[in-house]
């Protein structure tokens, strides 16, 4: 029996975990940006974007304070689920750090000798991290200086890691150094391009020289030989 007959829903729902109480454009904290996505002649291409989620502690190299952490995470998992983005660019405020780890006047003032306090902000720093690796969408870390401590960490949950990355992402990546490495290097780690120029009609998107995945070399290597798979050539 067709199901033409049952009620439907036609009306968008949005899935926002969030809304902007954790973000903020007075540092320190962290400041979340959706930016048009552009394509290699810097025409917007309507309704899709990048979200940018910037460290802003420029004072304190990016180190994050507890607030700080809880900015990230909301600003991942918002990220993940907007239909409407693409992927995540996660950098910091000016041309000095990344980011340089938990804020030591916090631990100081407030964390230390407060154990119990103190393993709470550990589980929140752990949901921070999840937040990055689960994310649906490509997270590229843009360095902007010093990664280190647990800048290093949230960095390293990044998808990729690039230093090439100004005004925002577009077709235009595949003139950078990171793209011609992952283009000869793919196949050594398992790392597949999404959304390939070379399969439009199949995958239905628009060619993103900048949206990888990773499946494991093995995987990768039964795929590329399979013609029926949109990452063979």
């Keep these: 029996m067709a199901l033409e007959w049952m009620p439907r ?4 729902k949005f899935h926002d975990r969030h809304s902007k109480e954790h973000w903020g454009t007075e540092a320190p904290c962290v400041v979340y940006e959706k930016k048009p996505l552009k394509d290699a002649k810097g025409n917007t291409i309507q309704g899709l974007y990048n979200v940018w989620i910037r460290l802003n502690n420029p004072a304190q190299y990016n180190s994050y304070t507890t607030e700080m952490v809880k900015g990230v995470i909301a600003g991942m998992e918002n990220a993940s689920t907007d239909r409407s983005v693409v992927t995540v660019v996660f ?4 041309p000095y750090a990344f980011c340089t780890g938990g804020n030591t006047k916090e631990y100081s003032e407030y964390y230390s000798m407060r154990p119990e306090e103190y393993g709470a902000y550990m589980e929140l720093f752990n949901n921070m991290v999840d937040s990055i690796l689960m994310c649906k969408k490509p997270v590229i870390c843009r360095v902007n200086g010093m990664r280190v ?3 290093q960490e949230i960095g390293t949950a990044c998808d990729l890691t690039t230093d090439e990355i100004n005004s925002g992402l577009s077709r235009s990546f595949e ?4 793209y011609q490495w992952l283009k000869e290097h793919i196949s050594d780690y398992g790392i597949a391009l999404t959304y390939p120029k070379y399969k439009v009609e199949v995958t239905g998107y628009i060619y993103e020289p900048w949206h990888y995945r990773y499946m494991g070399r093995d995987r990768w290597l039964v795929l590329e030989r399979d013609p029926q798979t949109f990452y063979s050539p």
């Design 91 to 94: 950098t910091g405020t000016g």
């Design 149 to 151: 401590a647990g800048g």
């Design 9 to 12: 829903e036609h009306e968008i």
């Design 175 to 178: 003139n950078t150094v990171a």
